[in-house]
C-alpha cells in the first residue's frame, strides 16, 4: 500500500494539463540535495487507497484534466490499480519518476512520464542541461521545452 500526503492543483507540472497531484511517499532513490526529503519516510501521510482517490476526483470532477503522482512506481501493482481508476474517470496520468526508465506495464497506463534523478548540478526540467525527461508518451514528444525560460 502506498501513502501519500493530501493532493494538491498544480498547473505547470504537465502543460495543458489541470493536475491533481499526490506526493507519494516512500521515494527509496535518495537523490543528493532532493527537495521532498520530509517524503521518504514511507509511513508518512496516509494510505493512498481506491477509495481515498475516489473521493478526491469526484471532488474535483471537470475541474481536473489528469492525475499526478510524484513517485509510487517502486510499489507497481498499487500505483497500476491507481492509474487504471484515474484512467477509467476518463482522466489522463502522469508519473513523475526518479528513476530513468519504467515497465512496460506502467508505460501503458500513462499518458505522461518524467524520468530521470535529481542532479543538482545538471537541474531540474528548466535547465537545458538537464538530465530528466518529460514526454507525452502517446505522441513521444519531449515537452520540456515547456519549462525553459526566455533567455
Ligand atoms: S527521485 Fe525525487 S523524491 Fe526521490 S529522492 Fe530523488 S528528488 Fe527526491
Known sequence: MLNAFEPRVVLQEVPGEVSLAWLVTGCPLACDGCHSQHSWNPTAGTP????RLKQWLERYAGLVSCVL??????????LLAL?????????KTC???GRERVSGL???EL????????RASLGGLDSPHTNQRLRCLNTGESL??????AP
Open 95 to 97: 508519473l513523475y519518476t
Open 83 to 91: 492509474l487504471r481508476h484515474c484512467r477509467s474517470q476518463g482522466l
Open 144 to 149: 520540456n521545452h515547456h519549462f525553459r525560460r
Open 69 to 78: 503522482f510524484f513517485g509510487g512506481e517502486w510499489d507497481r501493482h498499487g
Open 48 to 51: 493512498l487507497t481506491e477509495a
Open 106 to 108: 506502467l508505460m501503458a
Open 111 to 118: 499518458d505522461y512520464l518524467k524520468t530521470g534523478p535529481w
